[in-house]
């Protein structure tokens, strides 16, 4: 029976390729079967439909004049993301712009999908999106006519380095197989985009592009071909508070690039209101608890103390303890990290080897307890790989494990890390960390920063030569603090509408509150620093002082 569903599959898949590549065929399907009924899928824009109405009536009472107006393209991919960028989109309209929405009717980034599917969302996505007319002018990159020409040889190896990145992210593996139907798939789909973008962007020269994210998948593409272009291109993405978003001009958001910000306030104390919240934030985290406006649960059981912590791991008290903590593989803010190591493995294996013969030194080694969520290679993998049994003096704490890692952070003399916020927070306890990857708090004056295989294992010998004598001085842990407090709380911007609560935000403040004075007043500045108006952190922080 099994196999007579996956034959009937597989036949049902092979027609509707075929019937996918007959023209018209898609157009009268619609007309026909879907169009008065909607389209049973995945790719939904029924919620952004439900609001189109509004929007319009809205910006239709309300056109404004702009003499400094730009031709924009906001460009996105994935329902969830082309309901978001449709929302910013009526924004940039009714500050006065020329707006164009450039989307890909894809609902996921893995799977392939058959073109007789693709090209009916894609029907379904402009049927609900012309709505937006003449506000927002929607438009298929599918239906772009690219021609068959070459892309230029810079622009292939660009797109050959986001489509490892793209199957690091989609398989959660380092090592790319360039045979793997992932990788494949995500090839195509790359090169065709590269194409449409390239057609589009150069005939029609908008003023500046806004993409989510820019690192990874179609959005990553189209960075790549405005940069190419000489277009300056805004990125931008969300993290875990509400209200808030990333953003990088001419730069890849997940980058996390904050020395302008740090450049601007390094010298400036946080004052009695700033130190009590970093404090109330941190505390949160420690206790496993959700805080404000953060939408994450950062531990999965309260801290229980550090000497609980040392017994239920056998620690003594005689040899100096080091904390290695991991990144989730594949993760957005892993990819293309490297300094000194080829791969975030490769930097495990070899300093688990490093410390295999050192048994006069405990070494801990935290799994991120994110790889809870994922499917593809553990670093619980790797490590037994290189030791099914592990000596006495090194300890793996697993992604399950419920032991709090501000417990280990408190028994920890010297911290290892690749670009986890675990090394800003040993930071912020005064511990010395050795930062391996590249990361948001490297270089910002409290962390240790070798840039090859000798120096840092120069760094973790002499550190554990005298543990107490390398501990952080006042002012480093000063300066830990108050990063840790820019980032969080002043790299974000305010913004309406965040992406993974995108209609509750929206009822609680729609397309007529953030146009309001009162709206305006809280985020049209953000919304002007993604159309590309410069991102002057010292003049926020001015502001802020006022």
């Not at 910013?88 to 999908?113: A, R």
């Not at 993405?237 to 980058?255: C, L, P, T």
């Not at 911007?493 to 953030?514: F, N």
Request: aromatic share 10%.
């Amino acid at each position: 029976m099994e196999n007579s569903d996956n034959s009937q599959r597989k036949t049902k898949e092979l027609m509707k390729n075929i019937l996918g590549e007959i023209p018209l065929t898609v157009e009268l399907y619609w007309l026909i079967r879907n169009r008065s009924k909607g389209l049973r899928s995945r790719f939904s824009l029924s919620d952004l439909e439900k609001r189109i109405p509004e929007l319009v009536d809205y910006l239709q009472k309300h056109e404004v004049e702009n003499k400094e107006k730009k031709k924009i393209l906001v460009f996105a991919t994935l329902h969830y993301w082309i309901s978001h960028a449709a929302l910013i989109s009526t924004v940039f309209s009714g500050m006065g712009h020329d707006v164009y929405l450039g989307f890909l009717p894809y609902h996921d980034w893995q799977n392939p999908i058959n073109r007789f599917d693709l090209r009916r969302q894609n029907l379904y996505a402009q049927d609900v999106l012309k709505k937006l007319n003449p506000f927002v002018r929607a438009f298929s990159f599918l239906n772009v006519y690219a021609g068959y020409k070459t892309l230029p040889t810079d622009l292939v190896q660009r797109i050959e380095q986001i489509t490892r990145f793209d199957s690091q992210y989609t398989l959660q593996v380092e090592d790319v197989d360039t045979d793997n139907p992932v990788y494949k798939m995500r090839l195509d789909r790359n090169e065709s985009v590269a194409r449409s973008a390239l057609s589009w962007l150069s005939t029609n020269k908008p003023d500046v592009v806004v993409i989510p994210n820019g690192t990874i998948q179609e959005f990553a593409v189209m960075y790549e071909v405005a940069s190419y272009l000489g277009i300056p291109v805004t990125t931008y993405e969300f993290g875990d508070q509400r209200q808030r978003v990333w953003i990088a001009q001419n730069a890849k958001v997940m980058e996390q690039e904050t020395d302008a910000l740090w450049e601007a306030y390094m010298d400036v104390p946080l004052d009695r209101a700033e130190t009590r919240k970093i404090h109330e934030l941190f505390e949160s985290r420690r206790k496993a608890s959700i805080w404000k406006n953060f939408s994450r649960l950062w531990q999965r059981a309260p801290a229980k103390g550090v000497a609980q912590a040392r017994k239920e791991l056998g620690l003594d008290d005689e040899r100096p303890v080091v904390l290695l903590a991991t990144n989730v593989l594949g993760d957005s803010l892993t990819l293309g990290r490297e300094v000194f190591t080829h791969t975030m493995e490769e930097w495990i294996v070899r300093t688990l080897q490093y410390f295999m013969g050192k048994p006069n030194v405990q070494l801990v080694i935290r799994i991120h307890p994110g790889e809870m969520l994922i499917h593809g290679q553990s670093m619980v993998d790797v490590i037994e790989h290189v030791s099914p049994d592990l000596p006495e003096h090194i300890h793996l704490i697993k992604p399950d494990d419920p032991t709090n890692t501000y417990d280990l952070i408190a028994a920890a003399d010297l911290g290892l890390v690749y670009t986890t916020t675990v090394g800003l927070e040993m930071a912020m306890s005064g511990i010395p960390v050795i930062v391996a990857g590249k990361t948001h708090y490297k270089g910002k004056g409290f962390t240790k920063d070798p840039q090859s295989w000798v120096k840092y294992y120069k760094l973790i010998g002499s550190i554990l030569q005298d543990p107490q004598g390398n501990r952080l001085t006042d002012r480093e842990i000063e300066l830990a603090w108050a990063y840790a407090y820019r980032f969080f709380f002043d790299f974000p911007r305010p913004i309406p509408w965040h992406l993974v609560s995108l209609w509750e935000d929206y009822e609680q403040t729609p397309l007529s509150k953030v146009l309001s004075p009162e709206g305006r007043k809280e985020y049209e500045a953000t919304f002007r620093y993604l159309l590309g108006e410069p991102l002057d952190w010292a003049k926020i922080r001015d502001a802020k002082e006022m």
